[in-house]
Structures are given as C-alpha cells and as structure tokens.
C-alpha cells in the first residue's frame, strides 16, 4: 500500500490578492470528533484526565488548554483541535482514558478543511452567505456554531472580534474558497455596519 | 420566514437552519408481527396526515446547530410557534388544552393510556 500522506484539499489554490479580508487555508490543525454523555460523570471526567481541559457544556461554547482546544458542537459532540503532528498521541491517550466507557473518539484530521479569515469586514462578508446575525453580541470571541453558509454545512469558530475560522467538509473546500474570494472582493464590502468598520 | 428556536441548544434561526420532519407522534401499529396489520393500519401509518387549520404539532431538527430532533406546536395560520417540547415528550398541558379535531382526540386517548 503506497504510504497515506495529507494533502490540503486547497493545495492548488493561491492566496487573494483582491479581497478586503486576508483568507489563507489552515491545513497544519487535527481535529478529533468526541463523542459521549455529560450525563455520565465517569465520561467528563476521562476526558478531563486526557485532554487537560474540562469538555464546555454550555452550547456554542469552546475552551482551551495550551495546544489543545475543544470545540462544542452538540449536546453530546465535541471536536478537539490539536496540532496535526500531536492527534496520534493525544487520541491514544483520549482512548485509554475513556476504555469501556460508552463514548467514541476518532481522528477526523482529513474530513473539513479550515479557512481563516482575517480583516475589518469579515463578519459582513460571511452574513453575505449566511442568516445569522453575525454581528450580535451573541457571536463574541471563543464563540461556535454549526451553521449554514453558503448553502452549505459550516463550523463557524470566532477567534477574535475580527478574527473567523470557517470549517467546511473537505469536499466544498474549494466551493467555499470560491464563494469567500467572490463575496470578500474588494469594493463589494457592504459598510451597513459602520461600528464594524474603522477607517 | 419562520424564525425557529431549538429547545436542545437554545439557537435561534431562520427556517433554513432548521429540517422540518413531518407531523409528530406518529405510531406504529402496535404489533410485533407484520401479519397482524391490516392495509388500512399500515396505509394510514405510513401516508394519513392531519391537515388543520390552526393548531399543529410537527417534529423539527436542529439541522444546522445541535442535531437534536425535537417536538413543535405551531400554528398554521399565524405560523407561530406555540411551544417546543423534547422529542420523547407530550406537549405543555395548556398547549393540549388547546388541541382540536384529531388532535384532541389523539391526546385525550394518549392520556388516557398513561393513566
């Protein structure tokens, strides 16, 4: 069997030069779907133990201890955030703890492709494809959300006030890339929001 | 525009967020041999639907957000939402003192088996 290596599913396409945001491609991130009950003590705790960092409960939320960062997703589903290089070990680590436990974890590296979006106005570009009221205090930094952009499933992960990672599965990769670069060109930028945008 | 909140994760957003999955508390016929279902049982399982004018109780999903499939009483008319109860749940009893037609009668032999 020929050795299974990683490739960016954005590998061929270039950086931007004529959007208002600064968009590049985040390859180098692991990710892990944990998935269990928070009913289930034994579970909060072995994931605790393995991942440093208390699993967050309250929806949209995320937290973070040194490299590693979790994600919530649902009620019962989480996404870990690590450097690619350290997923082996980590989910190794994530599976002792959790042994017998009714739980899964799995190594989901390869399956969403991860473009940051960095800039004044990236919170009115992704509202270009989105229903969401990005600009409400609801979508403060650390803040996650499944949502739907663009017609497709997206995992929107606030970073900083104007910081944005989207997640798209890898297959769309290059649909989202597409539809970012076009609705982020400069000159279309909307400046409904002028709080937003300083000049 | 239907504007859905989702009593799982508490995320509110346009419909399009969120996956309509048809009218709630549908049963199965209640056997476990298939030979025990007559046509009608198993047509009106799996195709006769309530269409009321007012009132209406549907199963929603979380789509975009938790995943979560949970229970709604809305409006037809208004297209109000009346109330969000969880998947394995009966609606608020002030909700199904409001039920009519079908409805009505659905809950009052609902609650009846439970007691």
Not at chain 1, 13 to 18: I, Y
Not at chain 1, 46 to 60: D, H, I, Q, S, W
Not at chain 2, 24 to 35: E, K, L, M, N
Not at chain 2, 107 to 113: G, P, Q
């Amino acid at each position: 069997m020929a050795d299974l290596h990683f490739q960016s599913a954005l590998a061929h396409r270039s950086m931007p030069d004529n959007t208002s945001i600064s968009m590049r491609e985040i390859s180098e991130r692991g990710m892990i779907d944990l998935r269990g009950l928070t009913t289930d003590k034994k579970f909060v705790a072995a994931a605790k133990a393995a991942l440093g960092v208390e699993l967050p409960k309250v929806p949209r939320t995320s937290t973070t201890f040194g490299d590693v960062q979790v994600l919530w997703l649902s009620t019962d589903q989480w996404l870990v955030l690590t450097g690619r290089a350290r997923v082996t070990a980590l989910l190794a680590d994530l599976r002792k703890a959790l042994g017998t436990i009714h739980s899964l974890a799995v190594d989901v590296s390869d399956m969403r492709a991860i473009i940051r979006l960095e800039g004044d106005g990236v919170r009115e570009t992704l509202m270009k494809g989105s229903t969401l009221d990005l600009i409400s205090d609801d979508y403060a930094p650390g803040t996650v959300r499944r949502m739907r952009f663009a017609e497709i499933a997206a995992l929107l992960h606030v970073v900083e006030q104007n910081m944005i990672d989207i997640y798209v599965f890898r297959s769309y990769a290059d649909y989202a890339w597409e539809f970012l670069v076009k609705s982020a060109r400069r000159g279309s930028e909307v400046k409904l929001f002028p709080n937003l945008i300083k000049d | 525009m239907i504007i859905v909140t989702c009593p799982v994760c508490n995320a509110s957003g346009d419909e399009t967020d969120f996956h309509y999955g048809g009218q709630a508390h549908v049963r199965r016929p209640a056997t476990t041999d298939a030979a025990n279902i007559t046509d009608e049982e198993q047509r009106d399982y799996l195709f006769i639907r309530h269409n009321p004018k007012g009132l209406h109780f549907e199963r929603w999903r979380c789509d975009r957000g938790c995943g979560k499939w949970f229970h709604a009483a809305r409006d037809t008319v208004s297209l109000d939402f009346k109330a969000y109860y969880g998947i394995t749940e009966l609606p608020p009893a002030e909700i199904i003192a409001q039920a009519k037609g079908p409805w009505a009668d659905y809950f009052k032999e609902r609650m009846k088996a439970k007691k």
